[in-house]
């Protein structure tokens, strides 16, 4: 999938991010505020102003929840016109709720920010974008015409033109930071999810093709008796049936398919990825198994295997984990990718730690991505160079937000570096994976079962 693609899919998710009920509760919130300070104002404060216009915009807003709850069930998701028509509607009530109190000089004028951060948070951005606008148009407004508050001694509440011009300026730039923060924000935390329930997908998909092996395995395993059975059984007929032509073709037919099932469910069972032999292998076999899909794709991989100093030169036994595989794996491919004509992958191994150090030499990471490395969507690394020598290839770091969230649930860290920066040596970008023995490593030496005596 492409950037745009995600990007329009993201927008169309918006369409019914958000319910009806929702947006008529924090209108009836907002109902009660707004008849709160009403009656304080006029009857506490005793500052005079068109209470009966007053009282009659904020019903404007009670009829409206009254036909919205009549109407429409409560669990309704709004389309985008429709949530948009209802904060516009938010944005002029309170508006004109505003010009009957003072304008800017009501210090609830700040609250022509919250539709704005709605917006931001549940609708597209050409949506967003006019309603900021829409704000702020109201906010200028307001800040010209509006009728003046009169206190209890008949005295004009009047400010400094200095003092409008300021509430002005801060209440744009707090419609222009509060929608562009709001929005980016739950852009954010939209993206993570969908990387998330990405990863979630990929190491179910491992799971299944690792349960799935283990079947065929199994399945090669006991049909292995009776498919040998069969063939012993054709030969022998065979022999006794030399007088009869019209059956040995028959019966050479049985045996030939008898090899031939023989051999399906050999390869099928070489696939076994489950069977109780390779619940455990040496830390190379597994690594060789993530590079496999990738060592003939036109790059040359190379293995390094070799212990730390003074340590045990026996390769540790570690667990065939999905995730540990499907993570390496992406890994590897990302180094492929980008590599120009090989691929160094090293397996090392001390007395407390196992470490797997992937490095290409291509042209390395970015200095503006070294940040955000491991993050979902990330796009600039694709760049110049890369997009003539790739054209088709649309990579956005989901991959490597996959690797790195996989390895890290198995208890690896990992890094990214770039091999010029660490040795001073031309090369490409470097991944350092590595984790605990104690967390990996198996040291079960009974894992097949122990055998028990048979009695009579």
Known sequence: MSPNEIEMLRDTK???WVRLRTLVILRWFAIAGQMGAILVAYFHFDIRFDIGLAVMTVG?????????????????????????????????????????TGGLTNPFALLLLAPVSIAASVLRLASMTLLAGLSILVISFLARFNLPLILGSGETLV?????????????VI??????AY?????????????????????LSREQKLTDLGGVVAAAAHELGTPLATIKLVSGELLEEL???????????????????CRDILRSMGRAGKEDLHLRKAPVEAVVREAAEPHVDRGKTVIFEVAPAADSDPRQPEIFRRPEIVHGLRNLIQNAVDFADQSVEVEVLWSANTITIRIEDDGTGYPQSVF????????RSRRQGEDQRRRPGYEGMGLGLFIAKTLLERSGASISFANAAAMDGKDGGAVVMVSWP?????????????QNVPIRA
Not at 159 to 171: E, T
Not at 174 to 179: I, T
């Open 371 to 378: 940040g955000r490395i491991g993050d979902p969507f990330v």
């Open 159 to 171: 400010l400094p033109d200095i003092f409008v011009f300021g509430f002005w300026i801060a209440l």
């Open 242 to 260: 030399g007088d009869r032509p019209d059956l040995v073709e028959d019966v050479t037919l049985i045996r030939d398919q008898s090899d031939r």
């Open 437 to 449: 023995r104690d967390r990996i490593e198996s040291k079960v030496s009974d894992s097949l079962g």
């Open 182 to 202: 709001a929005r980016r924000v739950t852009n954010e935390m939209h993206m993570m999810n969908e990387a998330l329930l990405a990863t979630q997908l990929a």
């Open 174 to 179: 707090g419609v222009v930071f509060l929608a």
């Open 14 to 16: 918006r369409n019914n």
């Open 60 to 100: 404007a807003s009670v009829i409206g929840n009254l036909i919205f709850t009549v109407v429409y069930p409560g669990n309704k998701r709004l389309a985008e016109h429709e949530a948009m028509l209802m904060i516009v509607f938010d944005i002029l009530q309170l508006g004109l709720l505003l010009y009957i």
